[in-house]
Structure formats: C-alpha cells, structure tokens
C-alpha cells in the first residue's frame, strides 16, 4: 500500500472518528443547529451564547431571550448510529481504500411534504400550550427528498394555532421562520 493510500485510510478513520463523537453529544448537536440557523439568519453571536439547560429542561438551547426546543427530521429509513458505527469499523479494517465503503443499496426514492413533518413535530402532546406559549420550536431537517409542497409563509399560516411562541425550520443553507407570535424575540419575529 502506498503512502497515499495509508493517509487517506487514516484521514477517513479519523473523520468519522470525529462523526461518531459529534452525532454521540445530544447537546453539541443541538448547540451547532441554532447555530447554524443563527449564522443563516444573519445574527451575529459568540457561540458561549449557546447554552444547554440540564437534560430534564424541556429546551434544549438557550440563547438571549430565545428557548430553542430542537428537532430533528430525519429519514426513518436511515439508521444513522448503526451506520456511523459500521462505517467507523471500516475505517478502522480498511486495508486498502476500498475498504472504506459497503456496498451500495439501492433504495426507493420518495419525496415527503415537509409541512407534514414539522406539523407532526409541533403537535406533539408532549409539549402542552402553557409550554408551547415560551418555546422557539427548531425543526432540523436532515431527512433526503423533503421539502415545502407550498411557501413557507402558508405552511407557517397553517402552524400558528398549535400555540409555540415560533416555530422555524434549518433545511440546508435556509433558515426559515415559520410562524411567530408577538412575544418572540426579535430576530424570530421577522418571517
């Protein structure tokens, strides 16, 4: 094997080292996410700003006058623990670059309304209106092949009922505000 080939095993294995360590850190995660939706917003912050209540909070991230409860949207089909660990295991096998990857699987392809899925978030009874009335919903979409069936703005229409103080979504490089009452703080306010 080549020098080459040996640091890319080793470039690749220490990556998903980093992936396996990231993805294991609940808090981190959610941390990272209002901070990306921030930096898409074009709020200026330091990240010792994002702060992480302890875990029996029901919010995940507080930054200035925003309680940030984060979720997820990801793809049921996909395993993702199990996969960054079978993909951590190959790196740390591999023998030849080829080592680094399984077989591909094909797989369906289906595209979901993401209007549904962030509606199934923010309707959930874990979260009653007393509570939903001081919480910033973030839905953090990692799911492949969703998106708004319509504007943002009518999905955002349809959400405002369910009583949070704003609910927003981080779809790539777009930050949106959904919806938003009056007593959200200022950056959410702005749809």
Same mark, same amino acid.
């Given at each position: 094997?080549? &020098? ?10 220490? !990556? ?8 294991? &850190? ?15 917003? #074009? ?6 700003? /994002? ?5 029996? *909070?029901?919010? *995940? ?7 940030? =409860?984060?979720?997820?949207? @990801? ?6 623990? +199990?996969?960054?660990?079978? !993909? %951590?295991? /190959?790196?740390? =096998?591999?023998?030849?670059?080829? +080592? ?12 979901? +309304? ?18 939903? =009335?001081?919480? *910033?919903? %973030? ?5 492949? @092949? ?5 504007? $943002?703005?009518?999905? #955002? =229409?349809?959400? !405002? #009922? %369910? #009583? ?20 959200? $703080? *200022?950056?959410?306010?702005? %749809?």
């Amino acid at each position: 094997m080549s &020098n080459e080939d040996r640091a890319f095993i080793e470039a690749v294995r220490r !990556s998903r080292e980093e992936e396996a360590r990231f993805f294991s &850190n609940k808090p981190e995660m959610e941390r990272w996410t209002v901070g990306e939706f921030l930096t898409r917003r #074009g709020v200026v912050f330091r990240a010792d700003e /994002l702060i992480s209540p302890p875990e029996n *909070d029901n919010v *995940d991230v507080v930054f200035r006058d925003a309680r940030f =409860q984060v979720k997820e949207i @990801y793809d049921p089909a996909e395993r993702r623990d +199990d996969d960054i660990r079978e !993909s %951590l295991k /190959l790196a740390k =096998q591999a023998v030849t670059p080829g +080592d680094l990857f399984p077989p591909l699987v094909a797989r369906d392809i289906v595209v979901s +309304d993401l209007a549904e899925l962030v509606f199934s978030k923010a309707s959930s009874p874990k979260y009653p209106p007393r509570d939903r =009335q001081v919480l *910033d919903l %973030l839905c953090y979409v990692t799911r492949t @092949y969703a998106g708004f069936n319509e504007p $943002p703005r009518i999905v #955002g =229409q349809k959400l !405002s #009922g %369910l #009583g949070w103080r704003s609910i927003s979504c981080l779809l790539g490089h777009r930050a949106y505000v959904l919806t938003s009452s009056p007593h959200a $703080p *200022d950056f959410l306010r702005e %749809l």
